[in-house]
């Protein structure tokens, strides 16, 4: 099983969903999901994307004049194809086009932002770790953007991967990606949720296996 950033079928969920990859590619992907539940767990959180992108007017589909974060949207085709180096024209077509049409659809359907302040503010540890980190949330056309400093308190012998999951009002978590903290370094991560402010329930920073050990309430 390959996992984190060491595994090549990484960015394949959103293009295996959306019917993108060749006929060998995905049987090679579907191969490759029986035996790894991180990509299996990235396909269920894009499996609904067809059914939205279906329900979305193309003559509504406008482009947002600010920069959306990849981290807004599961579909990372881009990069796959940059990682990967097949052809993959027509993915990086769908890629762009999927990315207009539910931005269009988040304006659409929900409420406008309010202001952000971009007050920084600090995490709560929720279980004993290490990492230390503060977030700035700020409001933007499609939703929010999210920034986050991460550190270490005190020495550590290893890289950690931590990743940034955010719950809306109802209790619905949505990952918005990780990163990997080397030991005596400062990580600046930004990531993106199609969420406003408002509908931010609260951040969690949470180790590889779930374990949530920063929490930042709304």
């Known amino acids: 099983m390959s996992t984190g950033d060491t595994d090549p079928y990484r960015f394949d969920d959103a293009a295996y969903v959306l019917g993108a990859l060749s006929p060998d590619e995905r049987l090679e992907f579907e191969a490759h999901l029986l035996t790894c539940a991180d990509c299996t767990a990235r396909v269920r959180e894009v499996e609904t994307l067809p059914a939205v992108l279906a329900d979305v007017d193309p003559a509504e589909v406008v482009a947002d004049p600010e920069p959306v974060p990849d981290t807004l949207l599961p579909l990372l085709l881009r990069a796959a194809a940059q990682r990967r ?3 993959r024209v027509v993915v990086g077509t769908l890629a762009g086009l999927a990315a207009a049409c539910v931005i269009t659809l988040v304006v659409a359907l929900w409420p406008s932002a309010s202001p952000s302040t971009g007050q920084r503010r600090e995490f709560v540890a929720v279980a004993q770790s290490p990492v230390q980190a503060s977030a700035t949330l700020t409001a933007k056309s499609w939703g929010t953007a999210i920034d986050v400093r991460c550190h270490y308190l005190y020495d550590v012998s290893r890289t950690w991967r931590y990743n940034l999951i955010v719950f809306d009002r109802q209790g ?29 329930a609260s951040l969690e920073i ?10 930042l309430q709304m």
């Open 85 to 87: 180096r097949r052809q």
């Open 206 to 215: 949470t180790l590889p296996d779930g374990t949530a050990v920063l929490r």
């Open 172 to 200: 619905t978590a949505h990952r918005l990606g990780d990163w990997r903290l080397p030991p005596d370094s400062d990580i600046d991560y930004q990531a993106g949720t199609a969420l406003s402010p408002a509908q931010i």
